[in-house]
């Protein structure tokens, strides 16, 4: 069954931690995106990598960290740099340019 | 000025009727169009993909581009309250990186 899976659904973070979001994809999708989602804002690019060992910052990439060992993983680390990370954060990837296909989400709050 | 815009609603119809929801865009580079549906605490998910002006159909939904007029609309047709979700449109040029509108929240009533 193919699909994207983001894990832990609910995250709580206390002040000055870094916690780390993982985003796991079996559709073989080269590129893959991190969005943040804020009430009334839409989503807002934070990373985007199109292939292995490769990524681009988004819009709102300070205070975010990412890696891409692997084509099936891209975990997003929010680090204490991070002033108001409290937000729903959604994992995407993508064939090339097209069909963006979204995972269920992290809603991360801070304690 | 935003990128995109969209109105957040919300937007209560009764069930049978018709949902016309729209964005208006700046960025004349934009090429290609979307609609996501988005349930409550749920991820995105695609329900219409378009490129260039004019109209697609795709079941009870129908997108709309005017690309002359930076301005783009999905409507729903005999709405059911399985409809109810959040709206968001999304645009892109000929690359990677999606905009998106904020989102216009739904409801339709039984």
């Known amino acids: 069954d193919g699909g994207i899976t983001q894990s832990p659904k609910y995250l709580f973070r206390k002040e000055g931690q870094n916690v780390t979001l993982s985003c796991e994809q079996n559709l073989n999708h080269d590129a893959m995106y991190w969005y943040r989602q804020d009430p009334g804002q839409g989503l807002r690019l934070i990373y985007y990598s199109q292939i292995v060992n490769d990524f681009q910052k988004g819009d709102i990439a300070e205070g975010y960290s990412v890696s891409r060992e692997k084509k099936e993983s891209f975990p997003l680390t929010v680090t204490s740099a991070q002033k108001n990370p409290t937000a729903f954060y959604l994992c995407?990837?993508?064939?090339?340019?097209?069909?963006?296909?979204f995972g269920p989400g992290t809603r991360l709050t801070v304690l | 000025q935003k990128e995109v815009e969209q109105d957040p609603g919300p937007l209560s119809v009764p069930e049978g009727a018709i949902v016309s929801l729209n964005c208006t865009y700046s960025?004349?580079?934009?090429?290609?169009f979307m609609w996501y549906r988005q349930y409550s605490r749920k991820g995105p998910e695609l329900l219409m993909y378009t490129y260039s002006s004019g109209n697609k159909e795709d079941g009870r939904f129908t997108a709309q581009v005017d690309k002359s007029s930076k301005y783009i609309s999905l409507f729903i047709r005999d709405s059911q309250p399985s409809d109810s979700a959040t709206y968001l449109c999304?645009?892109?040029?000929?690359?990677?990186?999606?905009?998106f509108g904020a989102g216009t929240t739904v409801t339709v009533r039984a």
């Open positions: 999304a645009m892109r040029e000929n690359d990677y990186k999606l905009s």
């Open positions: 995407a990837s993508s064939i090339d340019y097209n069909e963006q296909f």
């Open positions: 960025n004349s580079a934009f090429q290609y």
